[in-house]
C-alpha cells in the first residue's frame, strides 16, 4: 500500500496532479516532496535540470525574475522536499535521483508552467509556451515583446554579458539553442568548450538578422535539393542573399531585332571650288630603242637617175624628203612629271540628315531594376 502511495506522489510530482498551482516560470516538482517506493520521504535527493531533448544543464532560479540562480543538481531537504524554483519559458528535462544517485525518475519535455488563472482553479498555461525556443513568428508591431527577441543581427547573453539586444537569465535557453544549431553565429571572444561553458562565461551570442529579408526554405530539408535558390549557399541554415536592384549587363539584355519603317533623307551641301595642280618643274623623257627613216616612195631618183629602185618618182637634191615617223619607235615618256591635281577647297559637307517615317524609342535609362515583390512589413522575433 505504502508502494502505491510512493508510486502515486512521484506521477502527481510529474504531470501536477493535485499539485498547488505555481507562478509563472516554474514546474509541479517545485516545492514537492518526494518519496521512495516504499512511501519513506527521500532525505538528500537530488533533481537534474536540463534543456528538452539534449544533456545540456538547465539553470533555476530563487525568484520569477531569474536572478538569482540557484546550484543544478537542486538537492531535497531532510523531509525529501524540493526547494521552490523558476524556470525560463519553455520545456525542460528532468531526473530525479536519491542520494546514491540512483534514478528514480526521468522525464522529458516537461512545460514551464505560468501562474493561475483565478475562477476555476489550478493552473494556466503561460502564452509565452505555446512557441518552443527558437521558433520565428512574424508580429505586427516594433518593439520588443516578452519571451521573444527581435531577430535583427544584434546580441543575447547573460544580465552581465552586455548583450545589445536582451541580456538577462532567461536568454539561456536561446543562447544554448544558437549556439548548437547554427555555427556560423558569432560569440563574443570565440566558440569555447560549449553553449553552457560560454553562457557562464558571460558571452553573447549574435541573433539572426531578418532586418528587410523575406524568409525563405531551405533548398532541401531532409530531402534533396530543389535547385530554386542555386546562387546561394542554399541547404545551409542562416545563408542570406539576394539584392533591392540590379543592373542589367549588356548580356542579360533580350536580342531585339528592329527595322525602322521610313526613309532617310540627306542634304549635300556644296560651295563653289576648284582643284589646284601642283607641278614641281618637270622634264619628258624620249624613249628611242634605235632607228632607221624610210622614205614614203619606192625610191630616190637623182638628176633622171634612180637611187635605190622605187616607182620611177624623180627628186632634185634641194627637196624634202617625206619620212614615215611611225616606223621611227620614238615616243615620248610621261613619267616623272610630278604633277598632280589637288582635291583642297571642295567645301563639301552633309548639311542635314533627316528620318521620315515611324519612329520608336528602343533605348533604355541604364537605372537598376527593382526587385521587391509586393511587400508588407513587421518585425520577426525569436522564441526566448
Not at 507562478?23 to 532525505?43: E, H, K, N
Request: charged residues 10%; neutral net charge.
Amino acid at each position: 500500500m505504502n508502494r502505491l502511495l510512493a508510486l502515486a506522489a512521484l506521477a502527481a510530482a510529474v504531470i501536477g496532479i493535485a499539485m498547488p498551482a505555481h507562478a509563472a516560470g516554474t514546474i509541479p516538482l517545485s516545492l514537492s516532496q518526494q518519496f521512495d517506493t516504499r512511501g519513506v520521504p527521500l532525505g538528500g535527493c537530488k533533481l537534474y535540470l536540463y534543456q528538452a531533448g539534449t544533456t545540456t544543464p538547465q539553470s533555476a532560479y530563487v525568484d520569477s525574475g531569474l536572478t538569482i540562480a540557484l546550484p543544478n543538481p537542486l538537492e531535497c531537504d531532510a523531509s525529501g522536499r524540493l526547494p521552490q524554483f523558476f524556470l525560463a519559458d519553455g520545456s525542460v528535462k528532468v531526473r530525479l535521483a536519491d542520494k546514491a544517485g540512483v534514478t528514480i525518475l526521468a522525464a522529458d519535455g516537461i512545460l514551464v508552467i505560468g501562474p493561475s488563472g483565478g475562477g476555476g482553479g489550478g493552473s494556466t498555461v503561460d502564452p509565452g509556451t505555446v512557441a518552443s525556443t527558437g521558433d520565428l513568428k512574424a508580429r505586427y508591431s516594433t518593439g520588443p515583446i516578452s519571451g521573444w527577441v527581435r531577430a535583427n543581427g544584434r546580441t543575447i547573453g547573460s544580465a552581465t554579458s552586455g548583450a545589445t539586444e536582451r541580456a538577462n537569465a532567461d536568454a539561456q535557453a536561446l543562447f544554448e539553442y544558437l549556439w548548437n544549431t547554427d555555427a556560423n553565429l558569432t560569440v563574443s571572444g570565440g566558440r569555447g568548450a560549449s553553449a553552457n561553458a560560454d553562457w557562464l562565461a558571460n558571452k553573447t551570442i549574435t541573433l539572426p538578422d531578418a532586418r528587410g529579408r523575406v524568409i525563405a526554405g531551405l533548398d532541401d530539408m531532409g530531402a534533396t535539393s530543389a535547385a530554386r535558390l542555386s546562387t546561394l549557399a542554399s541547404t545551409t541554415l542562416g545563408t542570406s542573399g539576394g539584392a533591392q536592384t540590379v543592373a542589367l549587363a549588356k548580356t542579360q539584355m533580350p536580342v531585339l531585332n528592329y527595322t525602322p519603317a521610313g526613309s532617310v533623307s540627306v542634304v549635300l551641301s556644296q560651295t563653289p571650288h576648284g582643284h589646284g595642280i601642283t607641278d614641281p618643274g618637270h622634264t619628258h623623257y624620249v624613249n628611242d630603242p634605235g632607228h632607221g627613216h624610210v622614205t614614203s616612195g619606192g625610191g630616190l631618183r637623182v638628176g633622171g637617175g634612180q637611187v635605190g629602185g622605187g616607182t620611177g618618182v624623180s627628186y632634185s637634191w634641194d627637196q624634202p624628203l617625206p619620212v614615215v615617223a611611225s616606223l621611227t619607235g620614238i615616243w615620248l615618256s610621261p613619267s616623272g612629271t610630278g604633277i598632280s591635281v589637288n582635291g583642297a577647297n571642295a567645301n563639301i559637307s552633309v548639311s542635314s540628315a533627316t528620318f521620315s517615317g515611324a519612329a520608336a524609342n528602343v533605348g533604355g535609362s541604364a537605372s537598376p531594376v527593382s526587385l521587391i515583390q509586393p511587400t508588407i512589413l513587421a518585425t520577426i522575433y525569436l522564441k526566448l
